[in-house]
């Protein structure tokens, strides 16, 4: 599963398939982010390092399409929402819970998606706060 989010509306945009997610599957959900928000707006999509992500093929889809691509720095999945959102979800629907099948599983977690931001408002606007520690007045020392 890969997902987009809205970082102001917490809209989510997921693409899911049952094989692998590669460049390919990268490349769709930027389509369906696109075909979402039209060109009313500028899109600026922010991605880790994966190399799937980073590949010509999704760089070149993206500017096809007038989607802007940033790449947060490695090691840092706390500076990307979806990340938060991921681990909310997984904590939701993975945690200590058995289902008797892949498609029971996927359900609930597309049950989940959809029904989050009604159900889950207020937690989600807690967690998927633009809330990022920064460094005032800070000196480097030579070493």
């Not at 809209?11 to 599957?25: C, D, K």
């Not at 989940?112 to 990022?132: M, P, T, V, Y």
Request: neutral net charge.
């Amino acid at each position: 599963m890969l997902g987009a989010l809205n970082a102001v509306s917490h809209q989510i945009h997921s693409f899911t398939n049952e094989g692998y997610i590669n460049a390919a599957s990268v490349c769709e959900l930027l389509t369906q982010v696109a075909a979402f928000y039209g060109t009313s707006i500028p899109i600026t999509i922010f991605l880790d390092n994966a190399k799937y992500q980073r590949c010509q093929l999704v760089r070149d889809h993206a500017k096809s399409l007038g989607i802007e691509l940033e790449f947060l720095p490695s090691y840092s999945p706390n500076l990307n929402l979806i990340e938060r959102y991921w681990k909310w979800v997984k904590k939701r629907c993975l945690y200590s819970k058995y289902y008797p099948d892949f498609a029971a599983m996927k359900s609930e977690i597309l049950n989940r998606i959809n029904r989050g931001h009604q159900e889950d408002k207020d937690e989600l606007a807690s967690l998927l706060a633009w809330n990022f520690q920064t460094f005032n007045n800070v000196t480097f020392l030579p070493v």
